[in-house]
Every structure is written in C-alpha cells, then in structure tokens.
C-alpha cells in the first residue's frame, strides 16, 4: 500500500499503468443541446426560489465533456480503485492471495472488488446491511463473492468485518479510505485530460467537476490534475439532509466525520473520509464545493437520458446539476472564463439504478 | 431523385458521402454479459409458453456488435434518410428552396426531415395527428417546422399534405417509401461493416439485424450488404396485433399494406412499404425474417438499460430480442455458424422514449 502523504500524480499515473488491462478507457461524450443550455442564463422565475432569488442571473460559457463511467465494468468508476487496490495487494511479498479481501459495502465498491478479486481468483468476503436491496445482493453474488449480512451501523459492520478477518486473515479494502483506491480513481480524470483535445488554444480542460460522496474519485481526481495548474478541480454534492458535508467541512476548515442523508444521490450519502480530505482540504488541491438540491439532481438526470441517451444513476449527475444550476458555480465560470468560456470535464460516476425506481425518479 | 429500381451499395455509398458532414459515426458497443446470454441455451421453462414447447432449445455461439443510432442526431437513424432525401434536393435545378418540404409523421422522421431542412434554411411542414403527445409537437416545433394538424387516418393526412403542397408547392418527403429515404438509412449498416474489426479470419460481420417498420432501414441495410455475400441481413418485428405484417408478407409472397397494431414498439406499427418490399422481397436481398413478443420486447429493453447502459426505445430492441429468445433463429444461427458461432450485428435504431413511460415499460 502506497502511503498517503506520498500521493502525487505519478500515483496516478503508475495506477493506470497497472489497471489498463482490466478495465474499459470509457468514452467521453458531447451535447450541442447541452452546451447551449449550460451556457444560456436561468431565468429569474427559475432562481425565485433559491438563494439567488433577484440577483441578475449568471452568463457562462460552457463546453462540457462527460467522462462516461458509466460505461465502466461493473457501471461505475469502483472498478478502477478496486482492480488497483488488488493489483497492489499482489505485488506484496506479505500477501497471501488464499486468505481473500474483505469490505463492507453495499453498492458499487462491493461489485467491483469482488470482481477484481475475482479475476485474480482471490476469495472476496462482502458485508452486507441485512436490508440490502435483493438486486444488489444478487449482482454481488454473481461476482462470485461470499456475502454476510450485518446490522446497518458503522460498529455492526466493523465487527463484522473483524470477524472475518479474525477467521480468514482476510486483507480489509474500504470503499474510499485507502490510497490505492484514490490513486485508482484518479485514472478516470488521467483518461479524460487526454481524451479531450481542445481546437482552442488551450491546451487543456479548464476544470473537472466530480461527485463527492466519500471523496475517493474527488481527491483522485485533484491528484491527476496536481500539475496541470490550468486545470481545477470541484466537487459535486447534494444538498438534502445535510449531504454537503464536504463542502460545509472544505468551508469551515472541519471535516465533518457523519452524514445521516436520504438524497435521492444514494452514493453520495457517505461522510468525506480522512485521506480525501487531507487532498482536497489540507492540501488545497481541490478548488471549491458546490452543492444541489434534490429537483436539481432529477432535472439533470432527465436531461441526460433524454439528450445524451445513456443509463446514469443519481449520484453521476450531480456535477451536471451544479454547471446547470448553481448560480455560485456559474457566476465563477462567468468570471474566470469570460467571452472565451470553459471547457468542463463532467464525471458521470455510474449507471447502477434500480430499473424498478427509474420511472419515478424521472417523472416530472 | 434516384430511380428505385437502379437502388444499389453504390447508392448506399454515394449516400454516405453526402450526408456525412450532417450525421454522427455512431458508436459500436459489445457487451460480454449479452454475448454469454445470447449464447446460452434458453429454458425449458422459458421454452414451454411458446410455440417452441418440449423441443431441445437450440445452442448458438453469438457475438453481438451493436449499432448505437439512439446516439445519432436526433435520438435516431431517420437523420440520416432525411438529410439524404434534403441534400438530393437540393442537387436537383427543379426544386425551389423557398417552397419547402413536407411530410406526414408524428414520429422521428418528422424530427428529422425537420432538423435537416432547418440546416439547410428550407421550410418544414410536418402533417402531425392531432392526438399527438405534446413532447412529440414540442420537438417537431423546437426543430422550426410549421406543424399542422389533422386526423388519424390515412387519408385525412394525404388531405392535409396535398392542401400544403397546393397551397406551398412544398416536396413531399415520405418516412420510408423513397429511394434516397432508404439509401440514407442504409448508411448505419454500411458503417457497422466498417466499424466491427474482427480478430477470427472471417473478415466481416456474418449477419445484420434490423428492425422493420415501413422497412426503410431494414431494405437500406439489405442494399449496403447486397455485395458481401458472407453477410447475411435479416428483419426483426413484434408479432402483438400483427405488426410482423413484413414477415407474413415475407413468408406468402404477398406484401400486406395494412396493419393495426398497438405494439409497444411504437415505430414498428406501420405496414412495409412497396420500394423496401421489392428490395426486402422481390430482389431477395433479405435472407429472413423474425417476430417477437410484447414480453420479450421488454426483457431486451430491460438488458440494454442494465447492462449496456444505454437509453433506447422498445421498437430498437427487437432485433437483440430475435437474437435472445427466438428458436427459429438460434436454431439457424446454430446450424449455418456452426462451433465457431456467428458475429452479427444488430443496429439500435433510436432512443426517443418518453421519460413518462419509461417506468411502465421496464417494470418487471
């Protein structure tokens, strides 16, 4: 395991290096529709119920690029930091490849360790809240890992996981928390940076807005772009319930160690963790936070099935949502991109949703 | 105008070249999960509601290359055929671009032809029912066409047309019975040729599928494979209500002009038209055709949203539908690729579903 005070972009870079056989280099996608409406002013009936109610609504110009992890194995950027962490693992001389990997998750990181474990046929041992949704069970199941169910808090889950470090010897890999993970992440952000070729003259992405739920693809995502100094970072969050704890933490200079969400955004409902925010905060690699509400989120995804034509879960369009939405966000691209404008890298994070709540999460 | 009977691949190419400033080179996506699947053998279970009961389900080897036209201008391939039928005629000294063209449709060729003669600074008149659903009205005028109402039947939409065209001197454009319609829409196909490069030593793709509505895109495709003779092209519909009219024509030798069908592939309710017969039949251009149920349509759609992570309407699926769940063309493909296994393109014609319906459509 890499330490975490040495995370650098070459981190990223040797990640990829590593992880390019196992996963997609996923496609980066356009919309003329978009653009144009990224780049239109809200109307002041829109911004009557915000924040921002009366003031003259923001004028940006902006080009967006979608990094499409939804496209990724498993249908989310998990699997990079997974096949990384494991990767990584194998190349310690301390490992034992017989005695498995262990994680508590419910969601994407679950499916895509159990999957790169899988593939380097090394047991995988999920924990699981005993409420998980079936589909998700299965689909974890169908990688080939063994699953046992927990209670839903933080102490049931760990002692859950001790135990069965306790009896297998099991190496734990959380979802976020872990610098192979974040170095991991970061590949999605490496990728795009490249994909994206610019007929300006710019060279480069002026900025790459991510979702920010445990802040592993955020702070991987500011370490690719750590020496492209053009280039800034954000973070994404919903607002609902207090899921913008990143962005409270990143303004306050306190992280904000628990978040108790329902947000539609069911990825994003975890607390930013400690070597995430020692990169975004401490280290002042990421450039601001910006928050949406739970409407915005729903127009956003709305949009993007209907224009870009691709299957995306809640939490992939909150970056969307901001560049769309967010007048503080937009009056700062007015600002700092002026008559030429920005060109915006749009994480979408994954596509895992639930076809049986699809129809209600995108009824007008 | 090009002559129907001098419809040829070089038609198909000359197409290509004209239109390809004004198109998207759609993607090509695999999927691992649906190759398995497509090369699993079904059920017993699966088998014993359908006409295949008690027989041994049939074992293909099936690699599946699909045709993402939902990507295409628009949400689908109709672009193509309306910026051909455009750029024709405009080659053309007798048409006068002022008076401008119309059509009769509620659907994506009236997005189409509409968005191709916006380009071109011609006046759209599009024919619309009067019951049409009013995103479908909202996008035909987004795209500046002149909308004009009238009822559901044939004839009172030939009344409504040949008012304009008196009245405007306006080209009547058809959504599939046209020469440069169908080699338009034979581009998709001729681009999958190009695009799927395979590593066996069979050189091309060993099949094509498309789904037949009035038959433009499915005779299109016959044209653009019409010299590859390893290339076979087959045409897939849904059986509800007789809408397989192009396969019982297809089969008895007698074209059906008529069908009232309320399929959930709501682009697939309209009778084969007379030039795509005489391509589809008469010419012997297509080697097959496949019916699919209500039910099957759906479990495809629910696929492509799960694993491919795409959004496409019900009438998109039917050819990966064939490919999955119809015996009499896993039987074939069995037969005819042998150990080796087929791969076959199957083309995604478009993915302009209502947001509103989408959650009744992919219910379980």
């Keep these: 395991m890499t330490s975490p005070q040495t995370l650098t972009l070459s981190s990223v870079k040797e990640a990829h290096a590593l992880i390019k056989p196992f996963i997609h280099q996923t496609p980066v996608l356009t ?8 780049s239109t002013p809200q109307t002041p009936e829109a911004l009557s119920a915000t924040e921002w109610s009366g003031q003259a609504p923001a004028r940006p110009t902006l080009r967006l690029h979608f990094k499409c992890e939804n496209f990724q194995r498993i249908g989310a950027f998990k699997a990079r930091g997974a096949f990384h962490a494991i990767e ?8 034992d490849p017989s005695r498995g990997v262990v994680t508590h ?11 790169a474990a ?14 998980s949704t079936p589909s998700k069970i299965a689909a974890t199941l169908a990688q080939g890992a063994q699953v046992t169910f927990s209670g839903p808090t933080a102490p049931e889950r760990e002692a859950a996981a001790q135990k069965i470090i306790s009896s297998t010897g099991a190496v734990l890999i959380p ?16 990728e795009l940076l490249s994909q994206v070729v610019l007929p300006t003259t710019t060279t480069t992405l002026n900025a790459i807005i991510t979702p920010c739920g445990g802040g592993g693809l955020l702070s ?6 750590s020496e492209s100094p053009t280039t800034k970072v954000y973070g994404a969050e919903p607002s609902f319930q207090g899921a913008d704890d990143a962005k409270r933490g990143y303004y306050s200079g306190q992280r904000i160690p628990s978040v108790k969400s329902l947000t539609v955004a069911d990825g994003l409902r975890t607390p930013l963790g400690e070597i995430p925010w020692e990169i975004i905060y401490e280290r002042r690699l990421v450039d601001g936070m910006y ?6 989120i729903r127009a956003a995804m709305r949009l993007v099935y209907e ?19 967010n007048e503080d966000f937009r009056n700062m691209v007015e600002q700092e991109g002026g008559e030429g404008g920005w060109d915006l890298g749009v994480v979408f994070s994954g596509g895992n949703v639930s076809l049986d709540a699809l129809g209600e999460l995108l009824k007008e």
Tied chains: 1, 2.
């Design 31 to 38: 919309s003329t529709y978009l653009n144009t409406l990224a």
């Design 88 to 95: 990584r693992l194998k190349q310690s001389p301390d490992f």
């Design 105 to 115: 998750s419910s969601g994407n990181h679950a499916q895509a360790l159990s999957l």
């Design 118 to 131: 899988k593939e380097s046929s090394i047991p995988a041992y999920i924990i699981m809240p005993t409420l």
């Design 175 to 190: 979802p976020y928390d872990h610098p192979d993970i974040i170095s991991g992440q970061g590949t999605a952000a490496l």
């Design 220 to 225: 991987g995502t500011a370490l690719a772009c």
């Design 291 to 296: 928050a949406v509400t739970e409407d915005q």
């Design 307 to 325: 224009r870009l034509k691709v299957v995306v879960e809640p939490s992939a369009v909150v970056g969307l949502a901001v560049a769309l939405y």
